[in-house]
């Protein structure tokens, strides 16, 4: 992802952030403070987002712009996915966050 402008971010299954890469010029504050590494992401903490649905739908999924359920994230365009143990349990989430702007192509 480097030099693409967006974000990467691992969580556990306690919904902890394990890893996180923010681009250059990340897009502010919300990114840069939901990335930092050991902060809780769960949905009572920064509300829907593509890390805790991957890990709770156990499959991939999309949170776009004002699917984010607070105002202040609806700018982000999120792609997460989960991660599975050799046994099939969920045991984390890749996520890739994007600024709404680096979303647009022209």
Known sequence: VRG??????????DEVTLV??????????VLRDAMRVGMVVSEDALGTNAMVAAMRAKRSVQVLGPEHYFSNTNHLFCCGAP???????????????????LSVTS
């Open 4 to 13: 693409s402008g967006c974000g990467v971010l691992l969580a556990d299954q």
């Open 20 to 29: 996180s890469h923010l681009p250059v010029g990340e897009p502010g504050l």
């Open 83 to 101: 991660v599975f143990d050799g046994l099939g349990r969920v045991v984390a989430a890749v996520d890739i966050t994007a600024n709404r702007a």
